[in-house]
């Protein structure tokens, strides 16, 4: 008598199995550039809004409250991309349903820790703002713009999270159409809040929250009832376990944290030498530079996956194939970005400011000598995401602290002192230089551990 065993019931196929080369690679990181690229595109045109129907203290008011938002922003980014990583790699090692476990998990903790922190901020709204160096001019429009958007740090904490999980699930198009329709509804609004309404700051930040709504409401309807490897069950993880996500995401949140210092630094800096005006023309480069960059954002999120997958079924033929594609998409992006930055510097600020005005002015001035943060800033994005891919979130950390934080701080306290505000613009492109060639040492010196080269 014979006996027979029952196949196991097959996985549906994983969209990261698939990608192997430049041209699917590029496919599979499309729709996350794209993302990105459109998410800093409405970012800029909320900028614009406010600019142009509302004035120049709400527009640096938005900057001085930036690094409380950017502390929010990190703590996401650090659950989704250690979160990402570790679930990517269950998957690529074929512990899908452990994947799913973690993956309910950090959900549920995006939505607590925004609860948290939103009662938090709202309770000690008047002490932020002051600490964050915001001037009597300047308080009363912090005031209605930061206490606005904390009503819907919930919504935000939660749609950072699904921005990397959609890409480990293999639907970064899906992530992309919700980005895309978040961003014309924030626009649309920005137009019906602040335009017709007249309400002022306030209307950009209420803009802003509605928006927020639209991924996190998506996601939730998608892995509530999708078929596909990922999607929502009873939430577990064990303490290790999310200590490794938070330790590998690490990186991210310090560079979201250092951002926010190093932007204090360059809204007080920017205050003692040029006032207001000079605030409002860092306003208008960090965003400038912001929407420039996030085409190697959106591609270092992309790709991460990919390399997590590969890294946790031990493909490391496809890996040197995916780094050595990453690698000429970085090069050949940095130049491009450079060059397109150079030539519509004047037109981009003309955008946010009139050419006759004193903001347009120190603005245009600050942008030609920052702009050459462009050639470096990819590679430096690239690295860092490729070691928290990696799960070595010691090197990441290591790479995004001294190009977020140490070296411009640094740069900061000294350069002025000598040079004024050029001291300030040099300060980025100086530290990105810089941590490029740390961030290829450390490529170099890990190769042979993770057969990437």
Same mark, same amino acid.
């Given at each position: 008598?014979?006996?027979?065993?029952?196949?196991?019931?097959?996985?549906?196929?994983?969209?990261?199995?698939?990608?192997?080369?430049?041209?699917?690679?590029?496919?599979?990181?499309?729709?996350?550039?794209?993302?990105?690229?459109?998410?800093?595109?409405?970012?800029?045109?909320?900028?614009?809004?406010?600019?142009?129907?509302?004035?120049?203290?709400?527009?640096?008011?938005?900057?001085?409250?930036?690094?409380?938002?950017?502390?929010?922003?990190?703590?996401?980014?650090?659950?989704?991309?250690?979160?990402?990583?570790?679930?990517?790699?269950?998957?690529?090692?074929?512990?899908?349903?452990?994947?799913?476990?973690?993956?309910?998990?950090?959900?549920?903790?995006?939505?607590?820790?925004?609860?948290?922190?939103?009662?938090?901020?709202?309770?000690?709204?008047?002490?932020?703002?002051?600490a964050?160096?915001?001037s009597?001019?300047?308080?009363?429009?912090?005031?209605?713009?930061?206490?606005?958007?904390?009503?819907?740090?919930?919504?935000?904490?939660?749609?950072?999270?699904?921005?990397?999980?959609?890409?480990?699930?293999?639907?970064?198009?899906?992530?992309?159409?919700?980005?895309?329709?978040?961003?014309?509804?924030?626009?649309?609004?920005?137009?019906?809040?602040?335009?017709?309404?007249?309400?002022?700051?306030?209307?950009?930040?209420?803009?802003t929250?509605i928006?927020?709504?639209?991924?996190?409401?998506?996601?939730?309807?998608?892995?509530?009832?999708?078929?596909?490897p990922?999607h929502?069950?009873?939430?577990?993880?064990?303490?290790?376990?999310?200590?490794?996500?938070?330790?590998?995401?690490?990186?991210?949140?310090?560079?979201?944290?250092?951002i926010?210092?190093?932007?204090?630094?360059?809204?007080?800096?920017?205050?003692?030498? /040029?006032?207001?005006? *000079?605030v409002?023309?860092?306003? %208008?480069?960090?965003?400038?530079?912001?929407? =420039?960059?996030? @085409? &190697? !954002?959106?591609?270092?999120?992309?790709?991460?996956?990919?390399?997590?997958?590969?890294?946790?079924?031990?493909?490391?033929?496809?890996?040197?194939?995916?780094?050595?594609?990453?690698?000429?998409?970085?090069?050949?992006?940095?130049?491009?970005?450079?060059?397109?930055?150079?030539?519509?510097?004047?037109?981009?600020?003309?955008?946010?400011?009139?050419?006759?005005?004193?903001?347009?002015?120190?603005?245009?001035?600050?942008?030609?000598?920052?702009?050459?943060?462009?050639?470096?800033?990819?590679?430096?994005?690239?690295?860092?995401?490729?070691?928290? /891919?990696?799960?070595? *979130?010691?090197?990441?950390?290591? %790479?995004?602290?001294?190009?977020?934080?140490? =070296?411009?701080? @640094? &740069? !900061?306290?000294?350069?002025?002192?000598?040079?004024?505000?050029?001291?300030?613009?040099?300060?980025?492109?100086?530290?990105e230089?810089?941590?490029?060639?740390?961030?290829?040492?450390?490529?170099?010196?890990?190769?042979?551990?993770?057969?990437?080269?």
């Amino acid at each position: 008598m014979s006996t027979s065993t029952a196949a196991p019931a097959r996985e549906p196929a994983n969209a990261l199995e698939r990608v192997s080369g430049l041209l699917s690679l590029l496919r599979f990181a499309f729709p996350t550039m794209v993302m990105m690229v459109f998410n800093g595109l409405y970012t800029i045109v909320d900028v614009v809004f406010v600019a142009r129907f509302v004035n120049t203290e709400a527009l640096s008011a938005i900057n001085i409250i930036n690094p409380a938002m950017g502390v929010l922003w990190g703590l996401g980014t650090m659950l989704g991309t250690g979160g990402s990583a570790l679930i990517a790699r269950k998957m690529g090692g074929g512990d899908t349903a452990g994947a799913r476990r973690n993956f309910s998990l950090l959900i549920l903790a995006g939505v607590l820790l925004g609860l948290f922190f939103s009662g938090l901020g709202l309770l000690f709204l008047e002490p932020i703002i002051r600490a964050l160096g915001a001037s009597d001019i300047l308080a009363p429009y912090c005031r209605e713009y930061f206490g606005t958007l904390l009503l819907f740090t919930p919504a935000g904490l939660v749609l950072a999270l699904f921005a990397f999980f959609f890409v480990a699930a293999g639907k970064p198009a899906l992530n992309m159409a919700l980005i895309i329709a978040s961003g014309l509804t924030n626009t649309l609004l920005d137009y019906v809040f602040i335009v017709l309404l007249g309400m002022g700051v306030a209307g950009a930040a209420l803009a802003t929250g509605i928006a927020f709504l639209i991924p996190p409401l998506g996601g939730l309807c998608f892995f509530l009832y999708s078929k596909g490897p990922l999607h929502f069950t009873r939430p577990g993880m064990r303490l290790r376990e999310f200590g490794q996500v938070c330790f590998n995401g690490s990186s991210e949140m310090i560079a979201q944290l250092s951002i926010s210092v190093t932007t204090y630094l360059f809204n007080i800096t920017m205050l003692r030498l /040029a006032g207001e005006a *000079g605030v409002a023309a860092l306003t %208008i480069t960090a965003y400038s530079e912001y929407f =420039l960059v996030t @085409l &190697f !954002l959106g591609f270092s999120m992309g790709v991460a996956p990919v390399i997590s997958y590969n890294y946790g079924s031990g493909n490391h033929a496809r890996q040197r194939r995916i780094f050595r594609s990453c690698l000429l998409f970085i090069c050949v992006g940095s130049i491009l970005v450079f060059s397109a930055a150079l030539l519509g510097a004047s037109r981009l600020i003309g955008i946010f400011a009139p050419p006759d005005s004193r903001v347009f002015a120190l603005a245009d001035q600050g942008f030609h000598i920052f702009v050459f943060n462009f050639l470096f800033c990819g590679y430096g994005i690239f690295a860092s995401s490729l070691f928290t /891919a990696l799960s070595n *979130g010691k090197v990441s950390a290591i %790479i995004a602290f001294l190009r977020t934080f140490a =070296l411009i701080a @640094l &740069f !900061l306290l000294v350069l002025p002192e000598f040079l004024g505000l050029t001291g300030v613009w040099l300060a980025a492109p100086l530290a990105e230089a810089i941590s490029a060639l740390v961030a290829a040492f450390f490529v170099w010196r890990w190769r042979g551990t993770y057969q990437y080269l």
